[in-house]
């Protein structure tokens, strides 16, 4: 088992200390924050900049990327709000995406104040463009593939009070499940604890849940999972097979896209050339180097350049 330190914070980072420390950067972490700081130090400094690293790359995409329940409010029939005229079949653009999972909603006449709000069961609703998940599971590909679109059975929002008469209330599920382990696991456990169940169960009953991939150095291994303890937040992921290797808590679970792990890196990187640096030296062979080519303008760049797939388009 990799040793690693127990991730705090506002939600597990798209990448930890101990992935930044193994990573090809040409970074000398150890000296982060300053020259002989002691290890508490430099792992709470790292995790700062994983933090904000993650906040770059929500900033890049313009959403956020890590799965996340929402409840959001739309005004229509309007732009982001719409009715099939031939079908009934109202069609409403999320702020997140891709959409995994619609879990109901309220609907209301928006002339009514506080509004009467009317019930609408998750059964009619379904996601425009379901993501074509991993394997089969329910889990985003890292091709940035799924919609933000959300059908709504017809009648509930029609062109009866005009232009912007219906108020919806709409929660959903969207995003790549993402989260870490809240403590130790020995080889063999069918169970995991995490801090972060949302996205992880199977969208259908009996269904296959997020397919993700616990980093954790030489015992890295895939996961399934096939039921969670809780829709979000803290709780339990019980898995398809039991786990090959023990692991340490901190460790990350994720189904994000390699490619914006990567872009956290960079940003990271970025963060640490702050200090004075113009340029990072990655190996290539023993006794030589090769420049990375540029400074934090141009790392931030192909940063923000490998977010843009995953950005959000209205």
Same mark, same amino acid.
């Given at each position: 088992? /990799? ?7 506002? %939600? ?21 924050? =300053?020259?002989?700081? /002691? ?24 959403? !956020? ?13 309007? =732009? ?18 891709? !959409? ?6 309220? $609907?209301?006449?928006?002339?009514? =104040? ?8 998750? /059964? ?12 089969? *599971? ?29 108020? !919806? ?5 969207? &995003? ?8 130790? $696991? ?20 009996? %269904? ?42 901190? !460790?990350?679970? *994720? ?8 872009? /956290?890196?960079? =940003? ?20 030589? &180097?090769?420049?990375? &080519?540029? &400074? ?19």
């Amino acid at each position: 088992m /990799t040793e690693v330190g127990l991730v705090t914070g506002p %939600g597990t980072p798209y990448v930890t200390p101990a992935m930044l420390s193994n990573a090809p950067t040409g970074i000398a972490w150890a000296t982060i924050p =300053f020259r002989n700081a /002691t290890s508490n130090d430099q792992y709470a400094e790292q995790l700062n900049m994983c933090q904000r690293a993650t906040s770059m790359v929500d900033t890049a995409c313009n959403h !956020v990327i890590r799965a996340t329940v929402n409840t959001e409010s739309l005004v229509g029939p309007d =732009f982001r709000l719409t009715v099939n005229q031939d079908t009934g079949v109202a069609r409403a653009m999320m702020t997140r995406w891709p !959409v995994i999972q619609v879990l109901g909603g309220q $609907v209301s006449t928006t002339s009514s =104040f506080p509004p009467n709000w009317t019930s609408i069961s998750a /059964t009619a609703f379904r996601p425009e463009v379901p993501p074509i998940g991993i394997y089969g *599971t329910s889990s985003p590909s890292d091709a940035g593939e799924g919609g933000q679109g959300i059908l709504i059975a017809p009648g509930y929002v029609t062109w009866r009070h005009g232009r912007n008469g219906y108020s !919806v209330l709409i929660q959903y599920v969207n &995003g790549w499940p993402h989260t870490s382990l809240t403590n130790i $696991v020995n080889a063999g456990a069918s169970t995991i604890q995490v801090d972060d169940c949302t996205g992880w169960a199977p969208v259908t009953i009996g %269904g296959q849940g997020a397919t993700g991939v616990l980093k954790d150095g030489a015992t890295q291994e895939a996961i399934s999972c096939t039921a969670a303890s809780a829709s979000s937040g803290p709780g339990t992921l019980t898995l398809s097979r039991p786990l090959t290797y023990g692991h340490l808590e901190g !460790v990350m679970c *994720t189904t994000l896209p390699e490619q914006i792990q990567y872009a /956290t890196i960079l =940003f990271c990187v970025a963060q640490a050339l702050t200090r004075g640096a113009s340029a990072t030296t990655v190996q290539n062979t023993p006794g030589t &180097g090769e420049s990375s &080519g540029g &400074g934090i303008t141009d790392i931030e760049k192909r940063a923000t350049e490998l977010c843009h797939p995953y950005r959000r388009v209205l």
